[in-house]
Structures are given as structure tokens and as C-alpha cells.
């Protein structure tokens, strides 16, 4: 993706964070429901940070 107005070291920045990739983990304890609600709150709040 190429932004008319931005510099050169702008792009670059903006392209890192575009191809940032977050990996969670969940352990085995607790039950599977538990678990994919938690993955999917860590999920929503790493959105968050990254839409500030």
C-alpha cells in the first residue's frame, strides 16, 4: 500500500505495522468454552491498541 502524502520512512513504518502478526496461546486448564473466550477477549483488546 502506497500513501501519496506520506515520506519515505512514513511508508515503511506504515508497512511493518500493516504485516504485524499477533500470536496468542491458551493453556490446556480449564474448559475449551473458557478458553475461546479468553483468546477472544486478548484478541479484541490487541484490536484496541492497534485502532488508537
Aim: net charge neutral; glycine share 2%.
Amino acid at each position: 500500500m502506497i500513501l501519496r502524502s506520506c515520506n519515505t520512512k512514513s511508508q515503511e513504518t506504515l508497512n511493518s505495522l500493516a504485516n504485524t502478526l499477533v500470536v496468542d496461546h491458551t493453556d490446556s486448564s480449564g474448559n475449551h468454552a473458557y478458553n475461546i473466550t479468553l483468546y477472544k477477549n486478548r484478541a479484541e483488546v490487541e484490536n484496541q491498541s492497534f485502532n488508537k
